[in-house]
């Protein structure tokens, strides 16, 4: 059996993303959620992690309560606790028959499909099984986002905890597997505040030591890139981020909230980084995101005033 997910048409290079709005966006009016709270984006100095959105970094420093709202979640086992990696199969399969999506972190030296020669703790996302195998979806070396297979006795090794492994000193809280399905009979609705106090947010975060917020993020992750290279998933973060707000864009253009011409400039700032990607000269590139950073700063000035009108 295995249960449905949707393709999203936003946050394309995110496993993370994708599994969560696939089952989110099975509910036609949840992509209104999405407007009108997944506008930020968060940068933690002493790891170098961009999160943005869904990102349970990010939720635990911003407001937006995606997974609360649109979840019913399922019981949590800590899998450390009760050091049961056997009892794992039957959990996973219960829960999948029960319509629940699975979420677990495992060592990605133990899922073949990975292919990581080292121990590497990831989040591994279950959506049905089959004979001796369950059916995953996430990154892989051909794909952003791809179903794969990992047999029952890979799943059991991942989670195994080996005691000469310094990996588990610093991830213990990973053993934990979490289940998910999506509420039903749940109607969103666009809200325009909201919106804009986002956009609000975004342009003037509140400033904080360890978790940039918004746009002063840009400036510690240019001033990595400097030193250490581009980092290319942050990259398609910062693209996946703006792509989302064109798609808001349109929506509020569509019922008249934004002038036709206000949605247009930003449609050409997307279309401008869509041709950074493909740029090899790294100094090019942050130079672009630079310019296309502050251009973005203005034409979503020139939103909240249009937003501003609506209220």
Not at 179 to 189: L, P, Q
Not at 266 to 281: A, M
Request: charged letters at 25%; a neutral charge.
């Amino acid at each position: 059996m295995e249960l449905k997910l949707v393709k999203p048409n936003i946050m394309k290079h995110s496993e993370y993303h994708q599994f969560y709005l696939g089952i989110l966006l099975q509910n036609d009016s949840y992509i209104y959620e999405v407007y009108n709270k997944q506008i930020g984006i968060m940068y933690d100095t002493y790891t170098n992690k961009l999160s943005s959105m869904f990102d349970e970094e990010y939720n635990n420093y911003s407001d937006t309560g995606l997974l609360i709202e649109g979840f019913i979640l399922g019981k949590t086992y800590n899998l450390l606790e009760y050091n049961m990696p056997n009892e794992v199969i039957n959990i996973f399969i219960e829960h999948l028959e029960n319509k629940f999506y699975i979420k677990y972190t495992g060592d990605l030296y133990y899922i073949p499909k990975k292919h990581e020669n080292k121990h590497v703790w990831s989040d591994i996302y279950i959506i049905g099984y089959s004979n001796d195998v369950f059916y995953a979806v996430g990154k892989t070396p051909n794909s952003c986002f791809e179903k794969y297979e990992i047999s029952f006795e890979n799943i059991i090794e991942s989670i195994k905890k080996r005691y000469d492994s310094n990996i588990y000193s610093e991830y213990t809280y990973s053993l934990e597997i979490d289940f998910y399905k999506c509420r039903e009979n749940t109607k969103y609705d666009v809200n325009i505040e909201k919106i804009y106090q986002k956009i609000h947010d975004y342009l003037n975060p509140i400033k904080r030591i360890r978790y940039l917020l918004g746009v002063d993020i840009y400036k510690q992750i240019l001033s990595n890139w400097m030193r250490f290279g581009i980092d290319k998933n942050q990259l398609l973060y910062i693209y996946d981020r703006m792509c989302l707000m064109q798609t808001r864009l349109i929506y509020l253009n569509k019922f008249s909230y934004i002038a036709n011409k206000i949605e247009n400039q930003y449609r050409k700032l997307v279309s401008r980084f869509s041709l950074l990607l493909s740029q090899k000269n790294p100094r090019e590139i942050m130079d672009g995101i630079i310019r296309l950073i502050e251009e973005e700063k203005k034409v979503l000035s020139l939103v909240l005033d249009e937003l501003d009108k609506s209220f």
